[in-house]
T-cell receptor, first 114, second 114 residues
Framework: SAVISQKPSRDICQRGTSLTIQCQVD?????MFWYRQQPGQSLTLIAT?????????ESGFVIDKFPISRPNLTFSTLTVSNMSPEDSSIYLC???????????FGQGTRLTVV | AQSVTQLDSHVSVSEGTPVLLRCNYS??????LFWYVQHPNKGLQLLLK??????LVKGINGFEAEFKKSETSFHLTKPSAHMSDAAEYFC????????????FGRGTSLIVHP
């Protein structure tokens, strides 16, 4: 099973600034996903980040607001740009390995925008 | 496309009584189905998964779920609730064709009374 290290675990940021979240996996994975979990809500998929191609964003999420990098098969970053208090959420990195369909999750980044 | 519906936003039980968390899914292909648990301020933990093997799946901490294709259901059960089971539970569907993107239900909050 994949082990995911996500940094930072939490942060408090000023509105208008940007935060980059890092996701490091201990094995090579093709598919990596970024989710947002707003307070008291379920997980909503932001984008799929596959190595060697542009990230695919879900409806309601745009690249200018949530740019994603995927430089190799073990690492990805998600940036939350020009933050507002509405961006206060938990952001989670997830991977699916090989032929398995089980998703593995990082511990999440708890973001508070003030 | 796939989707998952968790029929109850909250379930309240007394310690020692059975637990039933309901989940229905929709999928164009044979799905993989999962239950994840999220304790307060903790990451997501896989409870159990169904991936087209036995329809009755046993998971950790005494939980089990039964895949019923005719009813498109994957309900989570436990014979006797423990106080430590109080948490948020997510039913997740993933299709083993195409993108493998895990799709989350809205979550069910399990409350356990002494």
């Amino acid at each position: 099973s994949a082990v995911i290290s996500q940094k930072p675990s939490r942060d408090i940021c000023q509105r208008g600034t940007s935060l980059t979240i890092q996701c490091q996996v201990d094995s090579q994975v093709t598919m990596m996903f970024w989710y947002r979990q707003q307070p008291g809500q379920s997980l909503t998929l932001i984008a799929t980040a596959n190595q060697g191609s542009e990230a695919t964003y879900e409806s309601g999420f745009v690249i200018d607001k949530f740019p994603i990098s995927r430089p190799n098969l073990t690492f990805s970053t998600l940036t939350v740009s020009n933050m507002s208090p509405e961006d206060s959420s938990i952001y989670l990195c997830s991977v699916v390995e090989g032929g398995d369909t089980e998703a593995f999750f990082g511990q999440g980044t708890r973001l508070t925008v003030v | 496309a796939q989707s998952v519906t968790q029929l109850d936003s909250h379930v309240s039980v007394s310690e020692g009584t059975p637990v039933l968390l309901r989940c229905n899914y929709s999928s164009s292909y044979s799905p993989s189905l999962f239950w994840y648990v999220q304790h307060p301020n903790k990451g997501l933990q896989l409870l159990l998964k169904y991936t087209s093997a036995a329809t009755l799946v046993k998971g950790i901490n005494g939980f089990e779920a039964e895949f019923k294709k005719s009813e498109t259901s994957f309900h989570l059960t436990k014979p006797s609730a423990h106080m430590s089971d109080a948490a948020e539970y997510f039913c997740v569907v993933s299709v083993p064709w195409g993108s493998y993107i895990p799709t989350f239900g809205r979550g069910t909050s399990l409350i356990v009374h002494p």
